[in-house]
């Protein structure tokens, strides 16, 4: 493995067929567990609002919350691609999206994360052109979470499947570096997958993505509350948590993870 990882060394790997790991990290022990046991992409992401503030839901974080725990990851990181979210109402337009982007490059992030489809085009421009790589979130995107009415799998519908493709193809082509999917069904992000030049992240989004994505503290099964369908307890396999993660990348890499019960069809 590289002694940093990059965007090039990541779309380097998916070009060669091999598949990568996301875990999030909010903090420098984590992200050093996490590093340092053969994930390639740490992601500080919002869901630290429902697991680390124990909040509702992802929609009160702040940027200076996302600052705050970057920066802790940063110290601990050795040698992931730190991918860090834009939180809730934090890239309403191109200027806004600019400055809160900056904010979280500054605190040592490699790249940030934003949740929504082809009407963020204008600010991935902007953000590529200001040297900002970007991960776009699609499918169930948590932050519209009161527009959703709930956390359900998105996409199961000809049209909804059809925006959705559509949306990555035009976010790729306006320099999204990578396409994030949550809550698909399996069939649909193999397509979004098929159709599009940048590596694919999926969350409940089937075994055909380029990389899969979980929240540390659910696959570790540290986290008390109702488990999504998409999450699987490493931790329940081997003691330690050292090797959880290794069982975790060493299923990923074989395509035993995610097996047909973490998927939705
Ligand atoms: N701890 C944690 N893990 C996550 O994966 C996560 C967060 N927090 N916070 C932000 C969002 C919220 N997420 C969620 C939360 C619940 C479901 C869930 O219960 N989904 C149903 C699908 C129901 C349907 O069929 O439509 C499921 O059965 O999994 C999914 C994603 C994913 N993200
Ligand atoms: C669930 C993942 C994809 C995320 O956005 C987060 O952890 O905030
Ligand atoms: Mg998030």
Known sequence: ???????????????EGEKFTVLTAYDATFAHLVSSNGVEVILVGDSLGMVFQGKESTVPVTVDEMVYHTAAVMRGNQGALVMADLPF??????EQTLESSGKLMRAGAHMVKLEGGAWLCDSVTALSRAGIPTCLHLGLTPQSVNKFGGYKVQG??????QTMICDAKALVEAGADFILLE??????????????????????????????????????????????????????IDTTWQKAIQAYVQDVKEGHFPAPEHCFE
């Open 1 to 15: 493995m590289p002694k940093q990882q990059t965007v090039s060394t990541i779309k380097k790997l998916v070009s």
């Open 89 to 94: 109402n934090s890239y309403g337009s191109v």
């Open 183 to 236: 809550c698909v069904p399996a069939d649909l992000a193999k397509r979004v997958t098929e159709a599009v030049d940048a590596p694919v992240i999926g969350i409940g989004a089937g075994k055909d993505t380029d990389g899969q994505v979980l929240v540390i503290y659910d696959m570790l099964g540290l986290n008390p509350h109702k488990m999504a369908k998409f999450v699987k307890n490493y931790a329940a």
């Open 156 to 161: 199961r519908d000809d049209t909804a499947a």
